[in-house]
């Protein structure tokens, strides 16, 4: 077993052996940057073998994550051999979705769902978007303390992912309660809220089962179960695809761009005079997206598996080797982004971070999430917004999702 790292532990003197930064805690802790500090120096791919999710090689380097995922024929996503992050799930756990496959299902099934991110449908949601916006920031008080995660991050996404499926209102915060349970993956390593899980996995199916059986009967429309009522791909698919499928399109979208509001608001709180550049010139705000996205990085890994032997970075990888590509890390590799840990809006090339990943399974709905984050920052200068964080965050302890559960603010109005 690697030793447990705590917050405060020497990154600069721990042998490198030891670091295991799928260690749940650094990222509780929210102390993680000093020791991917450490590997990007010393060990830009490293090997640790005895970690609680097995043997595992790290990926550091901004390169080194775009070289593996630019050959994913060698580099496999497949569900078969583990799928996309450190945890290997197994048996019924291990669900089918084409995040986690290879060419050229994985092909076949992104096609289906990428017209409901095309520009006309982006075009179409910004209407929506901004009117749901609008109107729950109109119901935030200012001057008084509330938690941002709980009203603004959970409650922006949600509704983004109702219009996303044209799912019904009323019902769209079970795809909170959805997203919550399928995208954590300490939950599906205890054998016993994994049970939970599992069971909110088979609700979660045979409801959007019954969306996709409406839909069939009715004439194709670009909400995302529509298309795949429609399609050959994926109009027909096995029970534990669908449930895959529908996990993927519901975490994909939720967690990410959760945790991409929650991360603007503390961002902003640490570097207020970027906020005052946007107060002083609301048309920056497109060029401040991205460079969030990357302060943020909402996932903090994807997950490989070798179909053969290979090399990385002149470390030899045997065939079988689990592969994890520290996005966390990419986007604070300091000879692309220089000052890489402060947010800086008119950094020229915030576009070139990770967050979305890169290559074929680069993610498809980055625009949206893009969208979603600048009809928020628009909306919320108009109504002359700035906000402060009033407490300690609460963050996620583990190492996929990088995010907060909790993050107290007040809201003050700006001159
Ligand atoms: C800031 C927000 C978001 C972030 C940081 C993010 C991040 C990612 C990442 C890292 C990947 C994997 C890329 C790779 O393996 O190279 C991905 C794929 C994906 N994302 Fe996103 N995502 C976000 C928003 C969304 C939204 C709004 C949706 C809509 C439902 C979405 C749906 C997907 C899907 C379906 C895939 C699989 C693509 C494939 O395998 O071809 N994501 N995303």
Same mark, same amino acid.
């Given at each position: 077993?690697?030793?447990?790292?705590?917050?405060?532990?020497?990154?600069?003197?721990?042998?490198?052996?030891?670091?295991?930064?799928?260690?749940?805690?650094?990222?509780?802790?929210?102390?993680?940057?000093?020791?991917?500090?450490?590997?990007?120096?010393?060990?830009?791919?490293?090997?640790?073998?005895?970690?609680?999710?097995?043997?595992?090689?790290?990926?550091?380097?901004?390169?080194?994550?775009?070289?593996?995922?630019?050959?994913? @024929?060698?580099?496999?996503?497949?569900?078969?051999?583990?799928?996309?992050?450190?945890?290997?799930?197994?048996?019924?756990?291990?669900?089918?979705?084409?995040?986690?496959?290879?060419?050229?299902?994985?092909?076949?099934?992104?096609?289906?769902?990428?017209?409901?991110?095309?520009?006309?449908?982006?075009?179409?949601?910004?209407?929506?978007?901004?009117?749901?916006?609008?109107?729950?920031?109109?119901?935030?008080?200012?001057?008084?303390?509330?938690?941002?995660?709980?009203?603004?991050?959970?409650?922006?996404?949600?509704?983004?992912?109702?219009?996303?499926?044209?799912?019904?209102?009323?019902?769209?915060?079970?795809?909170?309660?959805?997203?919550?349970?399928?995208? @954590?993956?300490?939950?599906?390593?205890?054998?016993?809220?994994?049970?939970?899980?599992?069971?909110?996995?088979?609700?979660?199916?045979?409801?959007?089962?019954?969306?996709?059986?409406?839909?069939?009967?009715?004439?194709?429309?670009?909400?995302?179960?529509?298309?795949?009522?429609?399609?050959?791909?994926?109009?027909?698919?096995?029970?534990?695809?669908?449930?895959?499928?529908?996990?993927?399109?519901?975490?994909?979208?939720?967690?990410?761009?959760?945790?991409?509001?929650?991360?603007?608001?503390?961002?902003?709180?640490?570097?207020?005079?970027?906020?005052?550049?946007?107060?002083?010139?609301?048309?920056?705000?497109?060029?401040?997206?991205?460079?969030?996205?990357?302060?943020?990085?909402?996932?903090?890994?994807?997950?490989?598996?070798?179909?053969?032997?290979?090399?990385?970075?002149?470390?030899?990888?045997?065939?079988?080797?689990?592969?994890?590509?520290?996005?966390?890390?990419?986007?604070?590799?300091?000879?692309?982004?220089?000052?890489?840990?402060?947010?800086?809006?008119?950094?020229?090339?915030?576009?070139?971070?990770?967050?979305?990943?890169?290559?074929?399974?680069?993610?498809?709905?980055?625009?949206?999430?893009?969208?979603?984050?600048?009809?928020?920052?628009?909306?919320?200068?108009?109504?002359?917004?700035?906000?402060?964080?009033?407490?300690?965050?609460?963050?996620?302890?583990?190492?996929?999702?990088?995010?907060?559960?909790?993050?107290?603010?007040?809201?003050?109005?700006?001159?």
């Amino acid at each position: 077993m690697a030793t447990q790292l705590r917050a405060g532990d020497p990154a600069d003197t721990t042998p490198l052996s030891a670091i295991d930064v799928s260690d749940p805690l650094l990222y509780a802790h929210d102390s993680w940057r000093p020791w991917f500090a450490r590997l990007r120096a010393e060990a830009p791919v490293h090997f640790q073998p005895n970690s609680p999710f097995g043997p595992y090689w790290s990926v550091c380097s901004h390169a080194d994550i775009q070289a593996v995922e630019a050959r994913p @024929d060698i580099f496999s996503s497949s569900h078969e051999f583990g799928g996309i992050t450190i945890v290997d799930l197994m048996g019924e756990f291990n669900l089918p979705q084409f995040i986690a496959m290879d060419r050229p299902r994985h092909g076949e099934q992104r096609r289906v769902i990428t017209p409901s991110f095309g520009p006309s449908e982006i075009q179409r949601m910004a209407m929506e978007v901004r009117a749901r916006t609008a109107e729950l920031l109109d119901t935030l008080p200012y001057g008084e303390r509330f938690d941002w995660v709980e009203k603004v991050s959970i409650e922006l996404t949600t509704g983004m992912l109702a219009i996303l499926f044209d799912f019904p209102w009323a019902d769209r915060h079970l795809l909170t309660l959805w997203s919550d349970w399928g995208g @954590d993956i300490e939950k599906a390593l205890n054998p016993e809220t994994n049970l939970v899980r599992h069971q909110h996995m088979l609700d979660m199916t045979h409801y959007l089962d019954r969306l996709m059986a409406e839909r069939k009967a009715l004439p194709p429309t670009a909400d995302l179960i529509s298309l795949m009522a429609h399609s050959d791909a994926m109009g027909d698919m096995p029970f534990q695809e669908r449930t895959g499928n529908y996990i993927l399109l519901i975490v994909g979208g939720n967690d990410t761009t959760r945790n991409s509001m929650s991360g603007a608001a503390h961002a902003f709180h640490q570097y207020p005079g970027e906020w005052a550049k946007l107060i002083a010139d609301p048309a920056r705000i497109p060029a401040a997206v991205p460079e969030i996205i990357r302060w943020q990085t909402p996932l903090a890994h994807m997950r490989r598996t070798c179909l053969e032997d290979t090399e990385v970075g002149g470390k030899a990888m045997k065939k079988g080797d689990k592969v994890v590509l520290w996005y966390i890390s990419g986007n604070r590799d300091e000879s692309v982004f220089p000052d890489a840990e402060r947010l800086d809006i008119d950094r020229p090339n915030a576009r070139r971070h990770l967050a979305f990943g890169f290559g074929v399974h680069r993610c498809v709905g980055a625009r949206l999430a893009e969208l979603q984050l600048q009809v928020l920052f628009e909306e919320m200068l108009k109504r002359k917004m700035t906000v402060r964080v009033v407490g300690e965050p609460d963050y996620v302890p583990q190492s996929f999702v990088h995010g907060y559960r909790k993050l107290p603010v007040v809201i003050d109005r700006h001159g």
